[in-house]
Structure formats: C-alpha cells, structure tokens
C-alpha cells in the first residue's frame, strides 16, 4: 500500500464547476498537508497549506483536513478554465522528525472546458 | 528572488550512455530533494540531502543512479547505462532546514532515453 492514494482521473468539467478533489494516507505522523498544481511542462507550485485538521480557505480553493479518517480534500468553487492542471496532495511529518520529506499522491489531472 | 534552477531542460541520450543533471537551490536552502515524475505518475522521490547530515537515499531505484551535493548548493543527479524506463522529468526541489512542508521546485529535465 502506497503511504498516499490519489485517483489520477482525468476528470473534466464545465466552467463554473465545483471541484472535489481527493487524497487518503495511512501514517498517521501526518502533521502538515499541502495541495499542488502542476501546469503541463511546469514544476509543481504550492497551492494551500494546511496544519491539522479543520478547513482552509483561499479564495476559490478550501483544503479540508479529517485526520480521523486519514483524508484529505481540495475544493475549487467557480472553476475556471486557467484551473486546468494536475493537482497533487502531499503531507509530512512534523517538523524534525525523521521523516524528512513530503510524500506525494499520484495527481488529479484536471480540466475545465468553457 | 531566484528560484530553483535545473539544466538541461532537456536531454535526449542513447541507452547505455551516462547522463548528469544540474540543480542550483534557492539561496540559504539547505535542504534539497530530487524527484522523478513519470508519464502520467506521482512524484517519485529519489534522494534528499540536509546540510552535512547523510543524504537520505531510500528512494533511488537502482545503483545506476547516484547524486551528489557540492558545497552545500549545487547538486547533480548522475544516472550510468541509461535505460529506457529511465525516461521521465526529473524535478528538484529546496527548502529551509527541517522545513519538507514547504518545497519550491524547479522546471524540471526531461530526460528521453532512445
């Protein structure tokens, strides 16, 4: 079992979509929880950030955050065509823990057609 | 400021040829971590490197595949008899110490092995 499952989609939907976009792990030394999109040909770019559980909102985008289930999702309200991209969740273990570095989902491939 | 920086963009190579790719940090990052992306895959880490500390290797895939770290900065990811599957974007990425929730990456190589 991969420490982060991610459906890899593709999911396409219209413009003014919702978009629910999902992520499960199983270490539950998970502390930090990051959202990325990675346009084509591009780097990934940080997205949202979040630290335990609860929401986060910035803007169009809410991370949610259900430790207690190991689950993790990306809301994108009003999408738009420019929110065509890959997104890939990811999570680390607490700061100076030994587990020093991000683990990544698969990646959601998105599209929004106009 | 400057971001993270990675050369060649591209690199197109024969299988069994050996190959060297670049990677120049963020100024002051002493973290550094190298990923492979795949066709259609995750993220896939390699290696990661903190300061003077071991580097954290767990995630090479192959002892055809070595890095290196000169300085503190600038490291280069070396992969010998290049094989097919070898093919994939190559993405590198720094951050502060202790700080893996909050990575900036590079553009990426992509590497096409013939």
């Known amino acids: 079992q991969k420490e982060v499952e991610q459906d890899p989609g593709p999911l396409s939907v219209p413009e003014g979509a919702i978009v629910s976009l999902n992520c499960t792990y199983s270490n539950s030394a998970f502390q930090y929880f990051m959202w990325y999109r990675q346009y084509s040909r591009k780097g990934p770019e940080l997205l949202m950030y979040?630290?335990?559980?609860g929401n986060k909102e910035d803007g169009r985008f809410t991370a949610q955050v259900d430790k207690s289930s190991k689950y993790i999702s990306l809301f994108i309200r009003d999408s738009q065509p420019s929110d065509s991209a890959t997104y890939l969740c990811?999570?680390?273990?607490?700061?100076?823990?030994?587990?020093?570095?991000?683990?990544f989902g698969r990646g959601t491939q998105l599209t929004v057609w106009p | 400021g400057a971001g993270v920086s990675q050369s060649p963009s591209n690199k197109v190579t024969e299988k069994g040829k050996d190959v060297e790719l670049r990677c120049d940090p963020i100024?002051?990052?002493?973290?550094l971590y190298w990923y492979r992306q795949s066709l259609g895959q995750g993220l896939e880490f390699l290696i990661y490197?903190?300061?003077?500390?071991?580097?954290?290797k767990s995630g090479l895939p192959s002892d055809r595949f070595s890095a290196e770290r000169t300085g503190g900065s600038v490291s280069t990811l070396t992969i010998q008899r290049t094989q097919q599957e070898d093919s994939a974007v190559y993405l590198c990425?720094?951050?502060?110490?202790?700080?893996?929730?909050?990575?900036?990456f590079g553009p990426g190589t992509r590497l096409t092995v013939l």
């Open positions: 100024s002051g990052h002493t973290a």
């Open positions: 490197f903190q300061g003077n500390s071991a580097p954290d």
């Open positions: 990811a999570m680390s273990a607490p700061r100076g823990s030994t587990l020093g570095r991000l683990y």
């Open positions: 979040t630290y335990s559980s």
């Open positions: 990425a720094s951050s502060l110490a202790g700080e893996a929730d909050t990575q900036y």
